[in-house]
């Protein structure tokens, strides 16, 4: 379970097990923080005291926040989860994968560069990779370590045998 847990904080792209922990933290002693703060309506109305007065329109939005706060956590959790898609790792396929077309294979390799140049890490992009182009990790693996070189297609015998009996 430990070695797992490892796993899953490195592939997130922090460097070592630790840094990923402080990090967690970190973001809930934040959270804890600023809850702790409002835990009863008293300490609520003590906070909102100690705040500058709101003008009418920030006092409606505020307002229309609180009224509205459950379909406000899930737009944040959406947004949330798109900008994951970027960071966390998708889990690996199962099963054997087909194989990959030329254009497929240089799309794939465009698609982990592209995912780095936005921040994502290397690993993290190469398995998001995997999951998109439905192929092995060490597809990826293998088309990013040959990626100077141009990517052919390779025919199966299905196609050699429908060459042959193509009526002309």
Request: aromatic share 6%; glycine share 4%.
């Amino acid at each position: 379970m430990v070695a797992a847990a490892e796993q899953a904080i490195l592939s997130l792209g922090e460097p070592t097990y630790e840094d990923g922990m402080k990090k967690a933290v970190k973001l809930l002693e934040f959270v804890t923080d600023h809850v702790r703060s409002i835990q009863t309506p008293d300490e609520f109305r003590t906070v909102l005291d100690a705040c500058e007065p709101l003008s009418r329109s920030e006092e409606t939005l505020m307002l229309f926040a609180l009224r509205n706060l459950p379909s406000l956590v899930r737009v944040c959790f959406r947004m949330a989860a798109k900008s994951s898609a970027i960071d966390i790792p998708a889990s690996p396929p199962v099963g054997r994968p087909s194989a990959l077309t030329a254009q497929q294979a240089k799309d794939a390799v465009d698609y982990i560069w592209e995912l780095t140049r936005k921040g994502a890490s290397t690993d993290a992009a190469k398995l998001r990779a995997t999951q998109k182009f439905g192929c092995s990790r060490r597809t990826i693996d293998r088309l990013c370590a040959n990626r100077d070189s141009e990517p052919e297609d390779k025919p199966s015998m299905a196609d050699v045998i429908g060459i042959f009996t193509k009526e002309t």
